[in-house]
Nanobody
Framework: QVQLLESGGGVAHTGGSLTLSCVVD?????????RAWFRQAPGKDREGVAV???????TYADFVQGRFTISQDNAKKTLILQMDDLKPEDTAMYHC?????????????????WGQGTQVTVSS
């Protein structure tokens, strides 16, 4: 069973930066995985932020607008989300998620393995 553990959330000022990490432990599984970040603000639906597939191709949500970068450190089994130029509307609980395959879906319903989440708060 794949397990996920996020870290790196916190508080930033508008225009600041945060780096989120997610350790992806595949256990004994030997499968290709697509890895994604989602976020959920209070009272809102969970929305996709960015996804990177096994081939290291990435897709971003429109609201990212070049501010975030998703990457993966295969040696450390870590998924990373570098967030720059943060805005108050980026405030949310951020979750990493994985799904078998080599696609780039940003639809939360397609993911069945989730981390507990890490809180990001951006003050104005």
């Amino acid at each position: 069973q794949v397990q996920l553990l996020e870290s790196g959330g916190g508080v930033a000022h508008t225009g600041g930066s945060l780096t989120l990490s997610c350790v992806v432990d595949p256990g004994n599984a030997d499968v290709m995985l697509s890895r994604a970040w989602f976020r959920q603000a209070p009272g809102k639906d969970r929305e996709g932020v960015a996804v990177i597939n096994h081939s290291a191709l990435a897709t971003y949500a429109d609201f990212v607008q070049g501010r975030f970068t998703i990457s993966q450190d295969n040696a450390k089994k870590t998924l990373i989300l570098q967030m720059d130029d943060l805005k108050p509307e980026d405030t949310a609980m951020y979750h990493c998620a994985v799904r078998p395959g080599n696609d780039r879906y940003l639809d939360a319903g397609r993911y069945s393995i989730w981390g507990q989440g890490t809180q990001v708060t951006v003050s104005s």
